[in-house]
Nanobody, 121 residues
Framework: QVQLVESGGGLVQPGGSLRLSCAASGSIFSINVMGWYRQAPGRQRELVATETSAGTTNYADSVKGRFTISIDNAKNTVYLQMNSLKPEDTAVYYC???????????????WGQGTQVTVSS
């Protein structure tokens, strides 16, 4: 059983910063990609940032230059440093990881429960 547990959300003023964390635990043979998605009320879930096990990163245009994704491979943990936050960044942020639980099993996508980020004065 694989679990992703997020932390670090909250309320912050425009221009402020937050750091999200997501730790993967359980049966993990390998992790191919870890990343963050977000979903605002009335909108579809959208990609925020991803990073592969090789260190290749991908960011949504709306967060480039403000958000930074990083992975601690030893801890199976992905972080999202969010700076210069804007009200439009308000959403539930979900962690996602593409994990191979056992060597003989296929990779699957696993999701965290989500953490609320609210940017408001």
């Amino acid at each position: 059983q694989v679990q992703l547990v997020e932390s670090g959300g909250g309320l912050v003023q425009p221009g402020g910063s937050l750091r999200l964390s997501c730790a993967a635990s359980g049966s993990i043979f390998s992790i191919n990609v870890m990343g963050w998605y977000r979903q605002a009320p009335g909108r579809q879930r959208e990609l925020v940032a991803t990073e592969t096990s090789a260190g290749t990163t991908n960011y949504a245009d709306s967060v480039k230059g403000r958000f930074t994704i990083s992975i601690d491979n030893a801890k199976n943990t992905v972080y999202l440093q969010m700076n210069s936050l804007k009200p439009e960044d308000t959403a539930v942020y979900y962690c996602c990881a593409q994990i191979k639980p056992k060597a003989w099993l296929r990779r699957d996508d696993y999701w965290g429960q989500g953490t609320q980020v609210t940017v408001s004065s």
